[in-house]
C-alpha cells in the first residue's frame, strides 16, 4: 500500500516525503527507504525530510544533545538507506537543550554532508529567532523551515507569527494536520466511527475534544463549510487542503494519506486553490469567525 501511494503520488507531481525517526519506532523510515530503492528514482528528483527528538528508550537517544542529533540523524539514514536527507527536523517536546549546542550540531551534519539543510517542528517563533540569532553569532547555519499545525482552527501561527519571520529572515513554513486529525473531512459529524482515528486507542484526548463544548461548535461550523464545498463542486477535504496552501509563506502542506484513493482526492486540492478568490476567503473567514488579528499595521499586498 505504501509503495503503491508513493508511486501515484511522485507520477502526479509530489516530491516531498516526510518522515520521523519516531514514527513506527524507526519502521517507516525503513519502509521509505526500501520503496525509494526499488523505484530507482534519481536521488536529485524527490526531498526526503525527517525529524529528530524521539529515537529510543534510552535517556541518551532522545532530546536534542549534539549526541542524539549526529547518531539519531545517522541511525534515520541508515533505516532510510540514503547518504543525506535533504532536510532535517529538530522536533520539540520542550527543548532539553542549550541553543547554541542545538544549532552547532546541526551545523556540523550539514558539513558532513549528512543534510543540505535543517529546520524546526513545533518551535515558536522566539525559540527560532533564537537559533536564528546565535547561527548568526557565530557564523553556524540557520534553520531554514519551520513545520507547523494549520489547519481551521489552528491559525494564529502561520498567519501571524510566522509571516514576519519569512519576511525577516527567509524562514518558510511545512503544514501538517491540514484535516485536523480527519475532523475536518466531516466524518464526526453524526458521532464516532469505529474504524476512525477518535475511536483507536491512543486517541482518547480526541474523542474528548470532539465532545467538548468547542468541539461541537467547530462541528457545527464543518456543515457550514461542507455546504460551502458542495457549491464549488468539490470535497471538504480538497476545500481544507487548499485553504491551507492559499496561505503566504505556506511551501509545502504534508498530507497522511491510507489508500491511492484518499491521495487521489487530497490531490484534487490544487484544482480548488484556483476558486479560492478574496470574496471566497473572506466568506470563510466570517463563517469561521477566528481570523487572527495583527495588532501592529496591516501589510500592504
Known amino acids: 500500500m505504501a509503495e503503491s501511494v508513493m508511486t501515484l503520488a511522485f507520477d502526479s507531481g509530489v516530491n516531498l516525503f516526510d518522515t520521523a525517526e519516531v514514527y513506527a519506532s524507526g519502521r517507516a523510515e525503513t519502509t521509505l527507504g526500501n520503496i525509494l530503492r526499488k523505484k530507482g528514482w534519481k536521488r536529485s528528483s524527490y526531498v526526503v525530510t525527517t525529524k529528530i527528538y524521539w529515537g529510543g528508550q ?17 541511525g534515520s539514514l541508515s533505516r532510510l538507506q540514503l547518504d543525506y536527507v535533504d532536510i532535517v527536523f529538530a522536533n520539540r517536546s520542550d527543548i532539553n537543550a542549550p541553543m547554541e549546542e542545538i544549532v552547532r550540531a546541526m551545523t556540523f551534519v550539514i558539513d558532513q554532508g549528512l543534510a543540505m539543510y535543517w529546520g ?23 534553520p531554514v523551515c519551520e513545520q507547523a499545525e494549520y489547519h481551521y482552527f489552528q491559525r494564529d501561527k502561520v498567519e501571524l507569527h510566522l509571516p514576519e519571520l519569512y519576511h525577516k529572515i527567509g524562514v518558510g513554513a511545512m503544514t501538517w494536520s491540514p484535516l485536523a486529525c480527519g ?5 464526526y459529524n453524526d458521532g464516532v466511527p469505529e474504524s476512525s482515528r477518535a475511536a483507536m486507542k491512543g486517541y482518547t484526548w480526541l ?6 463544548e468547542e468541539g461541537k461548535k467547530q462541528l457545527r461550523k464543518i456543515k457550514e463549510l461542507h455546504l460551502l464545498a458542495d457549491r464549488l463542486n468539490c470535497t471538504a477535504a480538497q476545500l481544507a487542503i487548499a485553504w491551507c496552501l492559499r496561505s503566504e509563506g505556506v511551501s509545502s502542506v504534508l498530507l497522511g ?7 487521489l482526492e487530497n490531490l ?8 479560492l478568490t478574496p470574496p471566497l476567503v473572506f466568506e470563510m473567514d466570517t463563517l469561521l469567525g477566528n ?8 501589510r500592504k499586498s
Open 120 to 142: 524546526t517542528s513545533r518551535w515558536n517563533v522566539v525559540e527560532i529567532m533564537e537559533a536564528y540569532s546565535i547561527a548568526r553569532q557565530f557564523n553556524l547555519i540557520p
Open 268 to 275: 484534487g486540492a490544487l484544482r480548488v486553490l484556483t476558486q
Open 257 to 263: 494519506v491510507s489508500n491511492p484513493d484518499q491521495l
Open 58 to 74: 534510552a535517556e541518551t537517544e532522545r532530546g536534542l544533545s549534539r549526541k542524539h542529533i549526529i547518531e539519531g540523524l545517522r
Open 291 to 298: 481570523k487572527p488579528r495583527s495588532t501592529k499595521k496591516e
Open 207 to 212: 474523542k474528548e475534544r470532539l465532545h467538548s
Open 183 to 187: 475532523l475536518l473531512t466531516g466524518k
